[in-house]
């Protein structure tokens, strides 16, 4: 069974600080690993993904994520937050030795609050 | 950019009856799922969609869901008989096997009264 863990229910930051939304995550083979955002009322949209190759992954709007075999973590990251980024952050992952299947297991979501 | 589409975005129902929600997958994917979320709970994973028939489902569908994709675009997932638990928002999303990245569509709200 694969699983995921999002310690921190609410992350504050202030705007021009670096922040991290922390990510552990559990599964039997190799992990396919996902941050998504959900805005208000909106659907999940992707940021970012870990398959293979640098552990340290770039996505959108300047996040990016660092992929730690050893801890399990996969930790988003941004070196400025802006308080346009106040969202709720959604890890995810998958096991990407058995292709068919292909469910993501979700964590439960960190809600990231920037102060101005 | 092309995207995820779901209708209707709200969906009122009474008990018991019958609904069916809709989603148009990205174009070229090849993979579909259907997801829901309980309000201020976690995305949960329901069933992916694979060449014309179901290649996973969770212990969530049971045998008052379906899954369909009716024409060349269209993606559904119907609910037999709807339960006040059955309240939720469900997402489609879509992803082209290649990638493995699943775009998601902005939802459905479903309220079961």
């Known amino acids: 069974a694969q699983s995921v863990a999002q310690p921190e229910d609410q992350v504050n930051v202030a705007e021009g600080n670096p922040l991290t939304v922390k990510c552990t995550y559990s599964?039997?083979?190799?992990?396919?690993l996902f941050w998504y955002v959900q805005y208000p009322n909106r659907g999940l949209q992707f940021l970012l993904k870990y398959i293979t190759g640098d552990n340290l992954v770039k996505g959108s709007y300047g996040f990016e994520a660092e992929f730690n075999k050893s801890q399990t973590s996969f930790h988003l990251k941004k070196p400025s937050a802006l308080v346009s980024d106040s969202a709720l952050y959604f890890c995810?992952?998958?096991?990407?030795?058995?292709?068919?299947?292909?469910?993501?297991?979700f964590g439960s979501g960190t809600r990231l609050q920037v102060q101005p | 950019e092309p995207e995820v589409t779901q209708t209707p975005s709200h969906q009122v129902t009474q008990m018991g009856q019958e609904v069916i929600l809709r989603c148009v997958p990205i174009s070229n994917h090849l993979y579909f799922y259907w997801y829901r979320q309980i309000l201020g709970q976690k995305v949960e994973f329901l069933v992916s969609f694979y060449n014309n028939e179901i290649s996973e489902k969770s212990e969530i569908f049971d045998d008052q869901f379906s899954v369909e994709r009716p024409d060349g675009s269209n993606f559904t997932l119907k609910i037999r008989s709807t339960k006040l638990e059955d309240s939720a928002m469900y997402f489609c999303?879509?992803?082209?096997?290649?990638?493995?990245?699943?775009?998601f569509g902005p939802g459905t709200r479903l309220t079961v009264l």
């Open positions: 599964v039997s083979g190799n992990p396919y």
């Open positions: 999303a879509s992803s082209d096997g290649g990638t493995d990245t699943q775009y």
């Open positions: 995810a992952v998958r096991d990407g030795v058995d292709m068919g299947r292909r469910a993501l297991t």
